[in-house]
């Protein structure tokens, strides 16, 4: 099919429309295909194969037998590959980008941000490939010693979201390369074509066949591919981004065989500003926040407790800010928001304005469809005063509502925040170190932001608590994830 996606891009090997097994874009069997939107033009720029059960089953045995040499390998030579896949990333920076905001309708300015810290999964765990320690360890017999030693824990199963066509993607097979682990990995139906091009570079890069496989099927036959990954004896290890609801699922599945699991779900991020808070910062680092490819990140401010001190202040400066945003298509000139990713998106939107109106909010910024755009735009609303039974306070919003709500103590909002079953990111804007420490030791999450928004970076351990999930992705602890500990007790070394 001669795709649009083409005359965007320059390296047109970056555009595939098959799946990627062995090394190879393959054909499927299935006579079956999907269809790849455009959200913001409602375009198809590809149609791709629904691929069959049995060629997932088929996908994952040559996994597991790619694993028995690619454990093998020397860290140093798939240290050389990821670092190469980093610089090849870069090189192809403006087409990768402009794939991501085609398939996913993000603005190019995010989707060049998204690219770059893809690529740096690439880069540090090129670096971490080489540092996977053990420990020695002397027992209680004086005449043993014990080893501990790191090993790959065999073929892995990368469930991948739309909202980070490439970034997901890399922070999962970024330390499962530098380990030795071979992958299988499923792209979100909505957003295929970033891990297909990803593929062709990691080829490019080195990566032997089998290292990486990149299955495909639409956003109703997803349910299939996970079950067979996550009940497949030969799969050791799942990792999944997405909704705490389907994690739940895939975690009950993946009990059958008792295996490795990282779950990365979802979140109900506070951003708590306290009187004292730098408030120009507090407010641009908020909106950042909350607002970063319209609020469909996990870890997005979902809700604004601020301090009654500087409530009014705040608010008025932060409607300010969100009155200047430029919604368009992501590939156009001065655009600093795209579109959502479907019209499910905008429902729930709508919904938890509704219904946090419904219960006293006022509206700050009136937002709204944009039908002139396109049926996936909509322009950010900002509501205050928003009461804590409204929903939005309680559920993942996934979009641009700006809910801000006034608290008058420390001990107060502390409460209120950690009155959720999810617990992955908080933020904090504050001056005094008592409060920040206070916040930062008793806030239920993973991850706490002080003073930014903007936080998440490879070198950091990303990952939540509670029903947010549990492993963890990036940083040095990132490996841990990928690898199993054995203890080898050597005995009688002194005879
Ligand atoms: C996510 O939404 O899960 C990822 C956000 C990030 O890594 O910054």
């Given at each position: 099919?001669?795709?649009?996606?083409?005359?965007?891009?320059?390296?047109?090997?970056?555009?595939?429309?098959?799946?990627?097994?062995?090394?190879?874009?393959?054909?499927?069997?299935?006579?079956?295909?999907?269809?790849?939107?455009?959200?913001?033009?409602?375009?198809?720029?590809?149609?791709?194969?629904?691929?069959?059960?049995?060629?997932?089953?088929?996908?994952?045995?040559?996994?597991?037998?790619?694993?028995?040499?690619?454990?093998?390998?020397?860290?140093?030579?798939?240290?050389?590959?990821?670092?190469?896949?980093?610089?090849?990333?870069?090189?192809?920076?403006?087409?990768?980008?402009?794939?991501?905001?085609?398939?996913?309708?993000?603005?190019?300015?995010?989707?060049?941000?998204?690219?770059?810290?893809?690529?740096?999964?690439?880069?540090?765990?090129?670096?971490?490939?080489?540092?996977?320690?053990?420990?020695?360890?002397?027992?209680?017999?004086?005449?043993?010693?014990?080893?501990?030693?790191?090993?790959?824990?065999?073929?892995?199963?990368?469930?991948?979201?739309?909202?980070?066509?490439?970034?997901?993607?890399?922070?999962?097979?970024?330390?499962?390369?530098?380990?030795?682990?071979?992958?299988?990995?499923?792209?979100?139906?909505?957003?295929?074509?970033?891990?297909?091009?990803?593929?062709?570079?990691?080829?490019?890069?080195?990566?032997?066949?089998?290292?990486?496989?990149?299955?495909?099927?639409?956003?109703?036959?997803?349910?299939?591919?996970?079950?067979?990954?996550?009940?497949?004896?030969?799969?050791?290890?799942?990792?999944?981004?997405?909704?705490?609801?389907?994690?739940?699922?895939?975690?009950?599945?993946?009990?059958?065989?008792?295996?490795?699991?990282?779950?990365?779900?979802?979140?109900?991020?506070?951003?708590?500003?306290?009187?004292?808070?730098?408030?120009?910062?507090?407010v641009e680092q908020s909106v950042a926040s909350k607002f970063r490819s319209l609020g469909q990140t996990?870890?997005?401010?979902?809700?604004?407790?601020?301090?009654?001190?500087?409530?009014?202040?705040?608010?008025?400066?932060?409607?300010?800010?969100?009155?200047?945003?430029?919604?368009?298509?992501?590939?156009?000139?001065?655009?600093?928001?795209?579109?959502?990713?479907?019209?499910?998106?905008?429902?729930?939107?709508?919904?938890?304005?509704?219904?946090?109106?419904?219960?006293?909010?006022?509206?700050?910024?009136?937002?709204?469809?944009?039908?002139?755009?396109?049926?996936?735009?909509?322009?950010?609303?900002?509501?205050?005063?928003?009461?804590?039974?409204?929903?939005?306070l309680h559920e993942e919003t996934f979009g641009p509502l700006g809910a801000i709500a006034k608290f008058?103590?420390?001990?107060?909002?502390?409460?209120?925040?950690?009155?959720?079953?999810?617990?992955?990111a908080s933020y904090v804007f504050a001056q005094n170190i008592n409060t920040i420490w206070y916040m930062?030791?008793?806030?239920?999450?993973?991850?706490?932001?002080?003073?930014?928004?903007?936080?998440?970076?490879?070198?950091?351990?990303?990952?939540?608590?509670?029903?947010?999930?549990?492993?963890?992705?990036?940083?040095?602890?990132?490996?841990?994830?990928?690898?199993?500990?054995?203890?080898?007790?050597?005995?009688?070394?002194?005879?």
């Open positions: 099919m001669s795709s649009p996606v083409l005359k965007h891009i320059k390296n047109h090997n970056l555009f595939q429309t098959k799946p990627f097994i062995n090394n190879e874009f393959v054909e499927s069997k299935s006579g079956k295909t999907f269809k790849v939107i455009n959200p913001a033009t409602e375009e198809v720029i590809a149609e791709l194969p629904e691929q069959t059960p049995e060629e997932i089953d088929e996908v994952i045995k040559l996994t597991a037998e790619a694993f028995k040499t690619f454990r093998k390998t020397n860290p140093y030579d798939r240290s050389k590959m990821l670092r190469k896949l980093y610089d090849l990333m870069i090189e192809n920076l403006d087409d990768l980008a402009t794939i991501i905001t085609l398939e996913n309708g993000k603005c190019l300015t995010d989707a060049k941000g998204e690219i770059k810290y893809a690529a740096s999964y690439f880069e540090w765990f090129s670096e971490e490939a080489k540092r996977v320690y053990g420990d020695t360890i002397q027992p209680s017999n004086p005449n043993n010693k014990i080893i501990t030693y790191k090993q790959p824990v065999g073929a892995v199963g990368l469930l991948c979201p739309f909202n980070f066509p490439s970034a997901m993607g890399a922070r999962k097979a970024a330390p499962a390369w530098a380990v030795g682990c071979t992958c299988i990995l499923k792209p979100d139906g909505q957003t295929p074509l970033s891990s297909l091009a990803l593929a062709y570079l990691a080829k490019e890069a080195g990566f032997p066949p089998g290292a990486f496989n990149v299955v495909l099927a639409s956003v109703e036959s997803t349910p299939m591919v996970g079950t067979k990954i996550c009940e497949s004896p030969s799969i050791k290890k799942v990792s999944f981004t997405g909704s705490t609801g389907v994690g739940k699922l895939l975690v009950k599945q993946s009990s059958l065989t008792l295996k490795k699991l990282s779950m990365e779900l979802g979140g109900n991020a506070p951003i708590v500003v306290f009187d004292d808070a730098d408030l120009d910062l507090a996990c870890v997005c401010a979902n809700r604004l407790y601020v301090q009654e001190g500087v409530y009014d202040k705040f608010c008025e400066k932060f409607a300010e800010k969100v009155k200047l945003f430029k919604i368009g298509n992501g590939l156009d000139e001065g655009v600093t928001h795209g579109c959502l990713i479907n019209t499910k998106a905008i429902e729930k939107v709508e919904d938890h304005i509704e219904d946090a109106i419904k219960k006293g909010a006022q509206v700050l910024v009136k937002g709204g469809k944009l039908p002139e755009l396109g049926k996936h735009f909509y322009a950010p609303t900002v509501l205050k005063d928003v009461q804590q039974d409204s929903k939005v008058s103590t420390k001990e107060e909002v502390l409460e209120l925040c950690n009155d959720t079953p999810y617990g992955l930062s030791e008793y806030l239920e999450a993973g991850m706490v932001s002080v003073n930014t928004g903007l936080f998440t970076d490879a070198s950091m351990p990303f990952g939540g608590i509670k029903e947010s999930g549990f492993g963890r992705e990036g940083s040095l602890y990132g490996i841990d994830d990928y690898t199993v500990l054995k203890s080898i007790t050597l005995g009688n070394v002194y005879n």
